[in-house]
């Protein structure tokens, strides 16, 4: 009998994905059939090869969602449509030459960022954060200083002044959250981007946002406020789990215990490890089949979407074939994505050093931070999207501030 296709949904994504892609790919191979929200089909990919095949391949696996062939079913309320997109004129969905012009004009305006003066905003923003809170004792680290650190960061580079930065991390965090103030949160951040490139128009300045501007390529004001506010929310909620989740495995992992007392060595350890085991990025929606076409095995219909499972493949048995840990040096997982279309390389270099200096700065200036609750007791957000914990509280020494 063929296993009924798998809901993408459930208690399990939050507590025990690993040993949900696990019975997924026993079950089904490396192309799994599931249903999303009222039962509308999509194959999630979970083989590394496979995975390569649909990311490579950007003409045969589309970015395109108007090739979707559910589109009659879905409705106008459908929860995941702001995920999927249709008709929205960011990068997300752009494709062929318009993308690689696009994903360049990105690049270049985040590789001219400084890493020193990068280093540097992230530092201060650090202990402004931890300076709230050291010398209380106990905090919650993910709650107190993952979530507003990285968008204070970006909010600097692309070019807001510091008076703003607060504003717009609760504005994206109510948006992230999806609570009742998201549509408010997008509209703060739709206004503060049209007024900041209106700013930038009549005086550009050092930043990322003067530098969109004067690309070539002439996109136009709408479509760069598209993609700063990607940017700004694609770049946030990854980052601030890239640091929950590192900090958790170096707080309940004694691989990791030394570097709490003073040792630095093993942060980025620990940061790579996580983006194996444990990646922010689980899964992510999606890709359009452009034509009939064969994936692991699997006939895929024109216009099926794929989802790509970027958790799943990292743990594909064909390469991790001792099962360990795999932790140094080694980077080819998926969870920047892979293509023409994965994570821009500048962007994943101003997230490493946002996150390691976030790491850093917590065990420098709290250096006996412990776990104030069993290791256990910690949740994640229930999304088979991206992997986050809901809180980390921890207790430390009190340090005066600085
Ligand atoms: C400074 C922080 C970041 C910025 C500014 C940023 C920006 C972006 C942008 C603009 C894209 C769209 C690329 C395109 O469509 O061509 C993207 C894609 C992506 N990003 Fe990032 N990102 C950041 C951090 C991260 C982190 C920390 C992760 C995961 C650990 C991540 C994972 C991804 C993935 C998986 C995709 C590809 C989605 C796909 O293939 O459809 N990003 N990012």
């Known amino acids: 009998m063929t296993p009924a296709p798998v809901p993408l949904s459930g208690?399990?994504?939050?507590?025990?994905?690993?040993?949900?892609?696990?019975?997924?790919?026993?079950?089904?191979?490396?192309?799994?059939?599931?249903v999303l929200d009222g039962d509308i089909p999509a194959w999630l990919v979970l083989g590394y090869r496979e995975l390569h095949q649909v990311t490579g391949d950007p003409q045969l696996f589309s970015r395109d969602s108007e090739l979707w062939n559910q589109w009659d079913r879905i409705p106008d309320d459908w929860p995941l449509l702001p995920m999927i997109g249709r008709r929205q004129p960011s990068i997300l969905y752009t494709v062929g030459e318009r993308h690689r012009e696009r994903a360049a004009m990105i690049s270049n305006a985040l590789e001219a960022v400084d890493a020193f003066e990068l280093r540097s905003h992230a530092e201060k923003f650090?202990?402004?954060?931890?300076?709230?809170?050291?010398?209380?004792?106990?905090?919650?680290i993910v709650e107190d200083y993952a979530a507003l650190l990285p968008v204070r960061v970006l909010a600097r580079l692309y070019g807001f002044s510091d008076e703003q930065g607060p504003g717009l991390v609760t504005a994206l965090n109510d948006m992230v959250n999806g609570r009742e103030g998201a549509l408010a949160g997008q509209q703060h951040l739709a206004t503060s981007m049209a007024q900041l490139l209106a700013d930038r128009?009549?005086?550009?300045?050092?930043?990322v946002v003067s530098r969109m501007l004067a690309d070539p390529s002439g996109f136009t004001d709408e479509e760069i406020v598209q993609d700063l506010m990607v940017m700004m929310a694609a770049g946030h909620q990854p980052t601030a789990d890239w640091i929950g989740n590192s900090l958790r495995l170096m707080l309940t992992d004694e691989r990791f215990a030394a570097s709490l007392f003073g040792?630095?060595?093993?942060?980025?350890?620990?940061?790579?490890?996580?983006?194996?085991?444990?990646?922010p990025t689980q899964n992510?929606?999606?890709?359009?089949?452009?034509?009939?076409?064969?994936?692991?095995?699997?006939?895929?219909?024109?216009g099926d979407l794929l989802l790509l499972g970027l958790q799943?493949?990292?743990?594909?048995?064909?390469?991790?074939?001792?099962?360990?840990?795999?932790?140094?040096?080694?980077?080819?997982?998926?969870?920047f994505g892979h293509g023409e279309h994965r994570c821009p390389f500048p962007a994943q270099e101003v997230a490493e050093v946002i996150a390691r200096t976030g790491i850093e700065v917590v065990l420098d200036r709290l250096p006996d931070i412990d776990l104030a609750v069993p290791a256990e007791s910690l949740t994640r957000r229930p999304s088979?999207?991206?992997?986050?914990?809901?809180?980390?509280?921890?207790?430390?020494?009190?340090?005066?501030?600085?």
């Open 312 to 335: 799943g493949a990292n743990a594909d048995p064909q390469v991790r074939t001792d099962g360990s840990a795999l932790t140094g040096g080694n980077s080819a997982h998926f969870s």
């Open 263 to 279: 040792g630095r060595h093993s942060v980025g350890e620990a940061m790579n490890e996580v983006l194996w085991e444990d990646t």
């Open 126 to 140: 650090a202990d402004e954060l931890i300076d709230a809170v050291c010398t209380k004792g106990e905090t919650d």
């Open 384 to 402: 088979p999207w991206l992997r986050g914990l809901t809180g980390l509280p921890v207790t430390f020494t009190p340090v005066p501030a600085r």
């Open 201 to 207: 128009k009549d005086e550009p300045a050092d930043d």
């Open 11 to 34: 208690p399990r994504f939050q507590t025990e994905p690993a040993e949900l892609y696990r019975e997924m790919r026993r079950d089904h191979g490396a192309v799994v059939p599931v």
């Open 284 to 302: 992510v929606a999606g890709r359009w089949a452009s034509r009939d076409t064969q994936l692991g095995g699997r006939r895929v219909r024109a």
